[in-house]
């Protein structure tokens, strides 16, 4: 239930705090904070024990049923409580057809040598992603694959974008995510014998069918503009392609990736 008086102004500190953290990675990675919108991607969120400081309520778009589920899940703990009017809430909310519910979230921060390995670890690794819906994509798939991890080596959008979680429907938060670097990533998977497969179209790849992706496995993947740099290609142990049998070359990097992990799946069954 609200702890405070309506909020009703644009101009309230906590509404334009809201927005500078939507538009401003500087300022996420300042506050340590980002914004969840949605009941279904903040329950995901709430399951996976994300620390919740703040809700905003628009009573009008989120019904009672609704107000109901997260009085049951955010009732008794410490987070902060507050109505906004529906002209308040349709100024942060970012998607169209909102369901009234925002969150302040205080995403986790982890690193590879905190990352707990099974015996076949199957990581998802992908070079400079800066497409936030990408991103959240690759989530979905690590997710349902139940893929060990997401690293992304060199970053250039925040792994907690807002629209990142809202294009993973929350599963930035069931998913390991990780922020590293090449040479930190190419050492690290050497020191646990992962061994690294390239998506590449490159003289020496291989058809991904013909490889055996059952042990420590990490499917490294680069940007749909580029693809991976030089560098990264010629460190990986291995190139391999999805074989393309129209006009086009290459698919969208989410959908490659998705084909790349459920093969691994499947072998591993």
């Given at each position: ?141 690590a997710d349902a694959a139940q893929a ?122």
């Amino acid at each position: 239930m609200p702890l405070f008086d309506p909020i009703t102004s644009p101009q309230n500190p906590r509404i334009k705090n809201l927005l500078k953290l939507q538009q401003k990675s500087s300022e996420r990675r300042a506050q340590g904070l980002t914004i969840i919108e949605g009941l279904r991607e903040l329950t995901i969120a709430h399951g996976a024990g994300v620390v919740i400081p703040a809700l905003f309520v628009c009573p009008d778009l989120a019904g009672a049923a609704w107000q109901q589920q997260l009085q049951e899940l955010f009732g008794g703990g410490t987070t902060e409580w507050f109505e906004v009017s529906k002209a308040v809430f349709e100024k942060v909310a970012y998607r169209e057809g909102s369901d009234g519910v925002l969150a302040l979230a205080r995403p986790p921060q982890l690193t590879l040598e905190e990352l707990l390995l099974p015996a076949a670890p199957l990581l998802l690794v992908l070079e400079a992603v800066e497409k936030p819906g990408n991103l959240g994509a690759i989530l979905r798939t690590a997710d349902a694959a139940q893929a060990t991890a997401v690293i992304v080596c060199d970053p250039r959008t925040d792994l907690f974008n807002p629209n990142a979680i809202r294009s993973s429907i929350g599963c930035s938060f069931t998913v390991p995510t990780i922020a590293t670097t090449r040479e930190a990533l190419l050492t690290w998977c050497r020191k646990h014998g992962i061994r690294t497969y390239a998506a590449a179209l490159t003289e020496h790849a291989v058809a991904y069918t013909t490889c055996d992706f059952r042990g420590p496995t990490a499917l490294v993947m680069g940007t749909e503009a580029d693809g991976l740099t030089p560098e990264l290609m010629q460190a990986c142990d291995q190139t391999i392609i999805i074989p393309m049998r129209g006009a086009i070359d290459s698919l969208n990097v989410s959908t490659a990736t998705a084909i790349l992990t459920f093969e691994a799946v499947r072998q591993r069954e």
